[in-house]
Nanobody, 123 residues
């Protein structure tokens, strides 16, 4: 049974930083993606990291501000978020990809999801 649990969300002022963690149990070092969703809007892709961190890919709106990483010894993926903006406010979800090396931005290519963690950026 694969389970993903996010942590690290919270309230931060604009310009601040947060680091989200995604603990994966029962997985096998598949690609891990981060998505986010605002109420009333579609869930959108944020970043993805492949097995062994060989490849990463970011949504344009986070390039240069967010960094995705993973520590496979700890079965954990991270999303370091710097220079946060009020428009980054959302529930952030991590998800396990269906392949090891894909850097897909499509939710259809992720088969296990965490419960989400709220990130709120105040202006």
């Amino acid at each position: 049974q694969v389970q993903l649990v996010e942590s690290g969300g919270g309230l931060v002022q604009a310009g601040g930083s947060l680091r989200l963690s995604c603990s994966v149990s029962g997985g096998n070092q598949y690609a891990v993606g981060w998505f986010r969703q605002v109420p009333g809007k579609e869930r959108e892709f944020v970043a993805v990291i492949s097995r062994a961190a060989i490849s990463t890919y970011y949504a344009d709106f986070v390039k240069g501000r967010f960094t995705i990483s993973r520590d496979d010894a700890k079965h954990t993926a991270y999303l370091q978020m710097n220079s946060l903006k009020p428009e980054d406010t959302a529930v952030y979800y991590c998800a396990q990809g269906i392949s090891y090396y894909s850097t897909s931005t499509s939710q259809d290519d992720y088969n296990y999801w965490g419960q989400g963690t709220q990130v709120t950026v105040s202006s």
